[in-house]
C-alpha cells in the first residue's frame, strides 16, 4: 500500500467505533511476528517467568464484545502469518489469547511458515477489513507497538485487501488444528 491523499490516520476514538459499527464482518490480518501493546507487559512476563497463562483486561473485555456479535450473527475473523519455529511472544499471544478468542467466537486461523519464507500473494502488512468495504492499516513502530491506525479509501487498495483475506483464509488452517501440534504453552510435541 502506499501513502498518498486517499489514506489518513484515523484516531483510536473513531477505529474503535469501526468495530460496533459493522454490519457482517471484522477481518483481520496479522503478519508482524512480535506487537509492543503495554496491556500484555505484564502478562507475557510472568508466561515467560512462571509459564502463567493470565489473560490482560483487554482481552476479556474483547471476548465478551466477539460472544455478544457473534450472538447477533456478526463475525470477527482473522488470519496470523507465523513463522516457525514460533517466538515466545507468538507463543504466549497463542496460547493466552488466541484459545481465549476462539471460545468466545472468533474465526482464528494460522498461515505458518517456515524461518525466510513467506507465502505468495500475502503482503508483510496489518490491516483491518470491515464488511469488506472499510480498510484500515495498521501502522506498527519498528518495536512492534501501534503508530497509527490509517484509513485506506483507495477503491483498488480496498480491493486487494479483500483478495489478500481469501488468499489468506485458503492457505491457512483453524487455529484449534494448529494448536494440537503443540503442548499447553505452545511448545511443539
Not at 477505529?15 to 496491556?39: I, S
Not at 510472568?46 to 466477539?66: K, N, Q, T, V, Y
Not at 507465502?119 to 502488512?125: A, K, N, S, T, V
Amino acid at each position: 500500500m502506499t501513502t498518498d491523499k486517499s489514506e489518513r490516520p484515523v484516531s483510536r476514538e473513531v477505529f474503535g467505533r469501526y468495530f460496533h459499527d459493522f454490519n457482517h464482518t471484522a477481518f483481520r490480518l496479522e503478519t508482524l511476528q512480535e506487537y509492543a501493546a503495554p496491556d500484555e507487559r505484564r502478562p507475557f512476563e510472568r508466561f515467560m517467568s512462571e509459564g502463567h497463562l493470565e489473560f490482560a483486561p483487554d482481552l476479556i473485555e474483547w471476548g465478551d464484545e466477539i460472544r455478544e456479535k457473534a450472538s447477533r450473527g456478526l463475525l470477527h475473523s482473522r488470519v496470523h502469518v507465523v513463522t516457525e519455529p514460533l517466538s515466545d511472544y507468538l507463543r504466549f499471544e497463542c496460547a493466552a489469547g488466541y484459545r481465549h478468542n476462539v471460545t468466545a467466537g472468533e474465526d482464528i486461523r494460522i498461515l505458518p511458515v517456515k524461518e525466510g519464507d513467506w507465502p505468495e500473494g500475502i503482503p508483510h502488512l496489518d490491516y483491518w477489513l470491515f464488511d469488506s468495504h472499510r480498510l484500515v492499516r495498521m501502522d506498527y513502530n519498528p518495536d512492534g507497538s501501534l503508530h497509527a491506525p490509517v484509513l485506506v479509501d483507495d477503491p483498488n487498495e480496498i480491493v486487494a485487501a479483500n483478495v489478500w483475506r481469501d488468499r489468506a483464509k485458503h492457505l491457512s488452517i483453524p487455529y484449534t488444528e494448529y494448536e494440537s501440534r503443540f503442548d499447553a504453552y505452545m511448545r511443539p510435541r
